[in-house]
Structure formats: C-alpha cells, structure tokens
T-cell receptor
Framework: DAGVIQSPRHEVTEMGQEVTLRCKPISGHDYLFWYRQTMMRGLELLIYFNNNVPIDDSGMPEDRFSAKMPNASFSTLKIQPSEPRDSAVYFC????????????FGPGTRLTVL | AQSVAQPEDQVNVAEGNPLTVKCTYSVSGNPYLFWYVQYPNRGLQFLLKYITGDNLVKGSYGFEAEFNKSQTSFHLKKPSALVSDSALYFCAVRDSGSNYQLIWGAGTKLIIKP
C-alpha cells in the first residue's frame, strides 16, 4: 500500500484565495483525520470522519474551514477565504479502527498564505 | 479532563548513551498511550502503544516505553542512541472510558550528538 497520500505537498497562496487540500487514506481504513501543526499551537485535530461521515468537527477553527469525504478513498479540506494565520502544515491520517488503533499519517501539505 | 505533558522541549544525548523522553498524563479512567516520531518534513510515524497488558512495551527502531500507573507516566526509552534517532517525538493519550479524541503532547525534540 502506498500509505496516506496528500496533495499538494506545498501550497503558496495569497490572502483571500480559496485553498483545497486533498487526501487519499489507506484502503480499508474506516477513520480519517485532519490535523494542523504549527509551532505555536502544536498538533491540533481539526475534524475526523468515520465511514465518510463527519463525527467531530469541534476543532475546525471557524466557518472558513470545511471538510468533506465524498467516498471512502478521498477527502478534502477547504479554506475559503484563506488568511495568513492559516499558514501551517496540514496532515491527513487514517486508521482502521478508532482510538486504540495506530493512525497512519500522510506527508502533509505545507500551506503558506501571503 | 484528560491531558498529556512532555516536560522537556529538547533532550540532548550523546550517541551510544541511553535516552529517555518523558511523558506524563492525566485521565479519569484507564489510559490508551501512544508514542509517535516525526522526522523533518515528514508526517508522524507510529512507534509504540500501550492499551492493556504488560507495562513494558517494545516498539519500532529499538524503542520501548514503560507504563507506570502510580506515577501516571509513559516514558520513552532506548538503551543506545543513534544519530538517526534525532527527531521530534510526540506522546498522545486517550481515556478508554470516554469518547474524547486523542490528546497530543507538545512534542520533544531529541538531538543525538556524534
């Protein structure tokens, strides 16, 4: 298996633009997680899905952020409009079961909003 | 409420010496405990976990961790450090009796000097 795949690996955009991050989880994994990592706040869980259904989005910072999982092999995290404070590394992770199971992380997308 | 603490921002160890990266936690019920490692510009990788059973858990790359319930700790250890062990290490915890998400520590930067 290729592991969790994320695209793009790097994204540079200007304030106000829409940004879409993409994730393909490991086949057969029922859970998908979106994280954000910054120096100031560390690793934060934004939202997670179970069988394509969002379970907990309490970590989503504000309405500018939205996430979807239209099928078991694809998820998106969208920021509209983007702001400089959104600059961070965004990780997608997947796992077979819930919290006792290992989460497998993608390589991340480094987002820079100018 | 559940929480996890990694009291050291950075740990410096000479190559060949034993290393310890500390983690303490607070949960209401029984803990599920995890260690992950992050190499530069990479996603997090699973090292080991404690769910139940033997207090000494062995994981990848020669690492091990000991669950100590009385001290509410789960320190990561390795008998002989390698320069290639230099990375960022994260401890995470979840209360087995709750529906809460994994709580992540702030991370400890491990530097192994030749």
């Amino acid at each position: 298996d290729a592991g969790v795949i994320q695209s793009p690996r790097h994204e540079v955009t200007e304030m106000g633009q829409e940004v879409t991050l993409r994730c393909k989880p490991i086949s057969g994994h029922d859970y998908l997680f979106w994280y954000r990592q910054t120096m100031m706040r560390g690793l934060e869980l934004l939202i997670y899905f179970n069988n394509n259904v969002p379970i907990d989005d309490s970590g989503m910072p504000e309405d500018r952020f939205s996430a979807k999982m239209p099928n078991a092999s694809f998820s998106t995290l969208k920021i509209q409009p983007s702001e400089p404070r959104d600059s961070a590394v965004y990780f997608c992770a997947s796992s077979f079961q819930v919290w006792t199971d290992t989460q497998y992380f993608g390589p991340g997308t480094r987002l820079t909003v100018l | 409420a559940q929480s996890v603490a990694q009291p050291e921002d950075q740990v410096n160890v000479a190559e060949g010496n034993p290393l310890t990266v500390k983690c303490t936690y607070s949960v209401s019920g029984n803990p599920y405990l995890f260690w992950y490692v992050q190499y530069p510009n990479r996603g997090l990788q699973f090292l080991l976990k404690y769910i139940t059973g033997d207090n000494l858990v062995k994981g990848s790359y020669g690492f091990e961790a000991e669950f100590n319930k009385s001290q509410t700790s789960f320190h990561l250890k390795k008998p002989s450090a390698l320069v290639s062990d230099s990375a960022l290490y994260f401890c995470a915890v979840r209360d087995s009796g709750s529906n809460y998400q994994l709580i992540w520590g702030a991370g400890t930067k491990l530097i192994i000097k030749p």
